[in-house]
């Protein structure tokens, strides 16, 4: 399994940024797992931000919840993070795998950095 992430960037705070990670290389492994958002930021242990079941029930951390909404697109092997009214400590580089973890290996994540 290959994870692909983008959509990070530079945006001041309080902006918005979507993330996507599409999954290849197993057909039919995206669809029977759940998927979760992991951060790591410098010097931080990664953790995970939120996650999602294969029936599109999510689970937050407490540090994004209301501000964060993951999603999901089966057909497409594709799980989405948008991120509202971002913050300076949201700075980090962003992963998506299975949550929680079974074995897949880490994307090259994508990062987002929040400063004016």
């Known amino acids: 399994v290959q994870l692909v992430e983008s959509g990070g960037g530079l945006v001041q705070p309080g902006g918005s940024l979507r993330l996507s990670c599409a999954a290849s290389?197993?057909?039919?492994?995206?669809?029977?797992?759940?998927m979760g958002w992991y951060r790591q930021a410098p010097g931080v242990q990664r953790e995970l931000v939120a996650d999602?079941?294969?029936?599109?029930?999510?689970n937050y951390a407490d540090s994004v919840k209301g501000r964060f909404t993951i999603s999901r697109d089966n057909a497409k092997n594709t799980v989405y993070l948008q991120m509202n009214s971002l913050k300076p400590e949201d700075t980090a580089v962003y992963y998506c795998?299975?949550?929680?973890?079974?074995?897949?290996?880490w994307g090259q994540g994508t990062q987002v950095t929040v400063s004016s």
């Open positions: 795998n299975t949550a929680p973890r079974s074995g897949w290996p």
């Open positions: 290389g197993s057909i039919f492994g995206f669809s029977i797992n759940a």
């Open positions: 999602i079941t294969i029936d599109g029930r999510t």
